[in-house]
């Protein structure tokens, strides 16, 4: 059983990444334990770099705070191109993959209240009336009618960020 860390206690986050180990891995192929970590970057990340840079720095600060496990995982939200988005960043003791999601692109009532400094779930919980929406399905789900939530985008950029861990080609 793999011990994976979790470089947050976002239950939509956590969600993704145990679905994404288990449908690689199999069912029960994982421990996860979460924790917070600081991502170094603002709480609402600006373009994919920056974006990128908070979900790396999850990834190293988690190492520092629980250097013994298998795998170190953080995903980080970001807004670019006037879209919302994830970077996941997974490590193991011996390498690194990074996928990036899919993109939503946001009404300009939102992205206004955003260019004005306001951070993505704060301004969907005020606009849909949904307390802390961030941690449930977020602005995709709201948008998409929940045909898709943060949990469902996440997992397919876990999925994608583990590539590097079980093909053989990479290796």
Same mark, same amino acid.
């Given at each position: 059983?793999?011990?994976?860390i979790?470089? =947050? *206690?976002?239950?939509?986050?956590?969600?993704?990444i145990?679905?994404?180990?288990?449908?690689?891995?199999?069912n029960?192929?994982?421990?996860?334990?979460?924790?917070d970590?600081e991502s170094?970057v603002?709480e $609402?990340?600006?373009?994919?770099?920056? =974006?990128?840079r908070?979900? *790396? $720095?999850?990834?190293?600060?988690?190492r #520092?705070?629980?250097?013994?496990?298998?795998?170190? @995982?953080? &995903? +980080?939200?970001?807004?670019?191109?006037?879209s %919302?988005?994830?970077?996941? @960043? &997974? +490590?193991?003791?011996?390498? #690194?993959?990074? /996928?990036r999601?899919a %993109?939503?692109?946001?009404?300009e009532?939102?992205?206004? *209240?955003? #260019?004005?400094? +306001? /951070?993505?779930g704060?301004?969907m919980s005020?606009?849909?009336?949904i307390?802390?929406?961030? *941690?449930k399905e977020?602005? &995709?789900g &709201?948008?998409t009618?929940? $045909?898709?939530t943060?949990?469902? @985008?996440?997992? $397919?950029a876990?999925?994608?960020?583990?590539?590097p861990f079980?093909?053989?080609?990479?290796?």
């Open positions: 059983m793999f011990h994976v979790c470089a =947050t *206690r976002n239950p939509a986050k956590i969600q993704a145990l679905g994404a180990f288990e449908q690689i891995f199999g029960g192929s994982c421990h996860i334990d979460a924790v970590v170094g603002p $609402q990340p600006l373009g994919s770099e920056e =974006t990128r908070g979900a *790396r $720095q999850r990834v190293d600060n988690a #520092r705070l629980q250097p013994k496990a298998d795998y170190w @995982v953080a &995903i +980080e939200a970001g807004i670019d191109d006037d %919302t988005f994830s970077w996941v @960043v &997974i +490590e193991s003791p011996d390498r #690194r993959g990074e /996928a999601s %993109t939503l692109p946001l009404p009532a939102i992205m206004t *209240r955003i #260019r004005a400094g +306001e /951070a993505l704060p301004v005020d606009w849909s009336g307390s802390e929406v961030g *941690r977020g602005a &995709i &709201i948008f009618a929940g $045909q898709l943060r949990a469902s @985008v996440y997992h $397919q876990v999925v994608l960020a583990l590539s079980h093909n053989a080609i990479y290796r």
